[in-house]
């Protein structure tokens, strides 16, 4: 399909990478945004992957309050330069991290930070699943395999859909930012208080509150 300068444009702001390979992924991809980007990166062309491997040791300890102090996070977000730590747009990414964890709490940063005894009970609730659904036990593996993708989603801060732009997850806002800065950013630790956290209390949903004082 032909690819359009605004596709281009697009893709080149969001990763980096040169003009002509962003016409180059975008022709091969179908002009999916999306997956141009992930063939980017996997060529090693996007400026998110030529910067990931650099030191990145500067940054921030970022906090968010929840109105009311219901809900507290610190998150630690790390730059290569002290400079970059203290620009308005570092802050501002560090501060919608913070605010995003406070809405989705999420229980890790990577899938690769899940341990193993929790990945393998999820799978086994979901083998059960499967079988209670009468799904045929030759594809039953094939099929926690696939639905396991969704527990990261929900789990996994990298594989969240941005409370803010849910179109994108945390990951692509990182390289975006990463593009857009010009230094490798990452996302090391958070931690999340709840008021009255492991104690019997009514349930509300934090999300919504949070959306609710956040002016898009």
């Known amino acids: 399909m032909a690819v359009t300068a605004a596709q281009v444009k697009e893709l080149r702001e969001k990763t980096g990478a040169g003009m002509l390979d962003c016409k180059k992924a975008l022709e091969e991809a179908n002009g999916d945004i999306t997956k141009a980007g992930e063939l980017l990166r996997e060529k090693g062309l ?40 203290k620009t308005e747009q570092f802050r501002t990414f560090c501060r919608d991290i913070a605010m995003h964890i406070a809405a989705a709490n999420p229980s890790y940063v990577r899938r690769e930070e899940v341990p193993t005894e929790a990945l393998e009970k999820e799978k086994e609730i979901l083998r059960n699943q499967a079988l209670n659904e009468g799904k045929p036990e030759k594809i039953i593996d094939k099929m926690v395999e696939g639905r396991i993708g969704k527990y990261y989603e929900e789990y996994c801060l990298m594989e969240q859909a941005f409370i803010k732009d849910p179109d994108k997850t945390i990951d692509q806002l990182l390289n975006e930012k990463i593009a857009a800065i010009g230094e490798n950013i990452s996302i090391r630790r958070f931690v999340r208080f709840g008021l009255g956290e492991g104690l019997e209390k009514k349930q509300e949903n934090f999300a919504e509150e949070v959306m609710s004082q956040v002016k898009l």
Do not use: P, Q
Request: aromatic content about 4%; hydrophobic content about 40%.
């Open 46 to 85: 996007s400026a998110a992957a030529n910067k990931a491997g650099r030191i990145a040791t500067e940054g921030a300890v970022e906090s968010y309050i929840h109105a009311g102090g219901k809900v507290g996070v610190l998150v630690e977000i790390n730059c290569e330069t002290d400079f970059v730590g």
